[in-house]
């Protein structure tokens, strides 16, 4: 395998995780709500999936099991701060400690142990041989088309080509003005935060089924904050949000390939890569495309919880 | 007949605010307590031989005051960054830069015992100021998401020491080889293991509590955090208050690491933090903006903190009190707005 296919193997395979955790996020913030719990949720699916195939062998019923407990993570959060209306902050974070917290205390009796069964590549007739994309991507394991091509371009068809989607943004964008024409609102933030926190969660299912195949205490690292800037990055649009993913993991398949060629830097060093990296993608695109701001901007109601009269 | 329907206050009271956080502190204690008796273990026995081992024992207390230094100056740090308006809830990476700057100066500065000390202190604080330094000024001058960048920054800072800590500065021929040698400059204890480090720190929640309530300068702070666009009219500078408050917050938790290095641990490794820097905001939260809270609030969160110290002998590990916290957390912000509600009687 030549350097450049190697690259994009890699990059396809662990973009994925962030890819699917942004779409996640881009889910709940469009209907005005941040989840910051991210983290969390990958954690939680990633150790649920663990533990599914373990007692019943199927990654498929493993990566069904984490979209369960990440809905059921999701309500729980929605319940706070949509039905409540609870500080959004404090919850998302809550959320990101009770996740990694339980996680890592359900997972010490997983730990190091490889995953009892995982996503295998499969080759697409024809597709598979075309040169670089090929084995970079038509090779890879089922979930790689959901995540690159089923769900970016249905959930862009969904938000910007329906009604359904047109309501969902006016409730993130002026969830008063949806209220007065007849959208439910709190039904709507409920519903895609839920929905948002069980593709984080599947993230999480994804990263140990198909990626690093075994539980550590450290597997998530950070990826759930990652999600959430590059949502962001991509303007709160899921083909963009699935790309940037695609472009993170890019940027951790170099930092293998350094280790892995022996490059004079410390793996350390190109281990920050990707945090160093997000922190540059988030801070530059404001400075340098001022024009684009508009097309960019986050939903006007964001983090904002919505009170149909204050009495 | 008399309706009863909720009333939603802008503002909730101190008394209402502080029942909230004790009832979200036992509710999530009594939660734990399910979950520990539905996998086996006896919660009330558990409980009691926290209570007995760390307040029974001048040992445990000894602990707690350990704990509760850093615990006071990470949580002092996000309650000052929360008094302009902005979340650091980087201050675990600027606690690990603090302490990789302060072991820089232990290990490698010509300076000798109380000058080391000295040097280390302005090293910590530097180390943490730098490394706020970039999501300050990105929020300043082009709104970017503090949140964000400084949590981001933490892995940044954490995957340095550990380089530093296995690596470049390792002690060699040392048993473990994931950690510096000895720095000799050490803070004096002044009550069995506890050393000047608290004292230094309630003073620093003291006159911080003193800046922002007296001077015209913390005034100003706090006016532009409640209210951003009133601080504009006012003419105000704000970018210039909010990049100086950050730096401050910063510098606090650097000083945090500094102080774990120079008074408990005395050597750089990896995982110096207990999650100091997440529990700070744990305990922020607590003291909701009152920075002499913190205190109070920081000094409970370490009897949290050592609870699952002692109990790892029991099967639990920190992980599960990182749970319980947060759980703390989630019913904290719920009784927050539930604070705002009151019921009024409709006379009709």
């Given amino acids: ?311 | 007949m008399a309706d009863f329907r909720l009333q939603r206050l802008p503002s909730t009271t101190p008394a209402a605010a502080l029942g909230a956080r004790i009832l979200a502190i036992a509710l999530a204690l009594v939660i734990a307590g399910v979950i520990l008796a539905f996998v086996g273990k006896n919660p009330l026995a558990l409980g009691l031989q926290v209570v007995t081992s760390s307040l029974g024992s001048s040992f445990g207390l000894e602990d707690l005051g350990l704990l509760v230094i850093p615990l006071i100056l990470t949580g002092l740090s996000v309650t000052v960054a929360q008094q302009i308006g902005a979340w650091n809830i980087g201050a675990e990476g600027q606690f690990y830069a603090g302490a990789f700057a302060a072991s820089a100066v232990g290990l490698f500065a010509p300076l000798s015992g109380g000058w080391s000390l000295v040097g280390m202190g302005v090293a910590g604080a530097f180390g943490g100021l730098v490394w706020i330094l970039i999501p300050a000024l990105a929020r300043a001058y082009a709104n970017v998401n503090e949140l964000i960048t400084t949590l981001l920054l933490n892995f940044v800072a954490i995957l340095l020491v550990y380089y530093v800590s296995t690596d470049a500065w390792r002690e060699r021929g040392g048993v473990a080889n994931s950690a510096t040698p000895r720095i000799k400059a050490e803070i004096p204890e002044f009550w069995g293991l506890v050393h000047w480090g608290l004292p230094i720190a309630v003073l620093l929640a003291l006159a911080m509590a003193g800046l922002l309530a007296f001077t015209r300068w913390g005034y100003e702070v706090r006016l532009i955090g409640s209210n951003p666009a009133a601080g504009k009219y006012l003419g105000i500078a704000a970018r210039r208050h909010l990049i100086t408050v950050m730096l401050i917050s910063g510098a606090i938790a650097g000083l945090a690491g500094m102080l774990e290095i120079a008074g408990t641990v005395h050597r750089l490794q990896g995982g110096i933090s207990n999650n100091y820097g997440y529990l700070g905001i744990m305990v922020a939260v607590l003291a909701r903006g009152s920075s002499i809270g913190v205190i109070f609030a920081a000094a409970l969160m370490a009897f949290i903190l050592n609870s699952g110290i002692i109990l790892q002998t029991q099967g639990l590990t920190t992980s599960t009190v990182l749970a319980i916290t947060g759980l703390i957390l989630f019913l904290t912000a719920i009784g927050d707005e539930l604070s705002h509600y009151r019921v009024v009687r409709d006379k009709s």
Avoid at chain 1, 118 to 131: A, C, D, I, N, R
Avoid at chain 1, 204 to 226: E, H, K, Q
């Fill in chain 1, 1 to 311: 395998m030549d350097l450049l296919t190697g690259l994009l193997t890699t990059a396809f395979l662990a973009g994925g995780v962030l890819a699917l955790a942004a779409m996640g996020e881009v889910l709940a913030e469009r209907v005005g709500v941040v989840n910051l719990g991210a983290e969390g949720l990958i954690a939680m699916g990633a150790i649920t999936a663990v533990a599914t195939v373990s007692a019943y062998p199927s990654p498929l019923v493993g990566f069904l099991a984490a979209l369960c407990v990440g809905a059921l993570f999701g309500a729980l959060f929605a319940l706070a701060t949509v039905t409540i209306r609870a500080n959004q902050v404090l919850c998302g974070l809550a959320l990101t400690l009770i996740g990694t917290g339980l996680a890592q205390t359900i997972g010490k009796s997983y730990s190091g142990m490889p995953v009892a069964a995982t996503f295998q590549g499969v080759e697409m007739p024809l597709l598979s041989k075309l040169p670089v994309i090929g084995p970079a991507f038509f090779s890879q394991n089922i979930l790689v088309y959901l995540i690159y091509i089923i769900l970016p371009f249905g959930l862009s068809y969904l938000m910007f080509r329906t009604r359904h989607g047109m309501n969902m943004r006016a409730v993130g964008e002026n969830p008063a003005a949806a209220d007065a024409a007849g959208i439910p609102v709190t039904l709507f933030r409920f519903g895609y935060v839920c929905a948002g926190a069980a593709l984080a969660a599947g993230a999480g299912a994804y990263l140990v089924l198909a990626f690093v195949p075994a539980w550590s205490d450290g597997v998530v690292a950070g990826r759930g904050w990652i999600a959430v800037a590059l949502v962001i990055f991509a303007g709160y649009r899921p083909i963009p949000a699935a790309l940037s993913g695609l472009l993170f993991g890019f940027i951790t398949a170099l930092g293998f390939v350094g280790q892995a060629r022996g490059w004079p830097i410390a793996p350390a060093f190109l281990s920050m890569l990707p945090y160093a990296g997000t922190i540059a993608f988030i801070i530059v695109p404001v400075i340098a495309w001022q024009r684009m701001r508009r097309l960019m901007a986050a939903p006007a109601a964001l983090g904002q919880p919505y009170f149909r009269s204050v009495r």
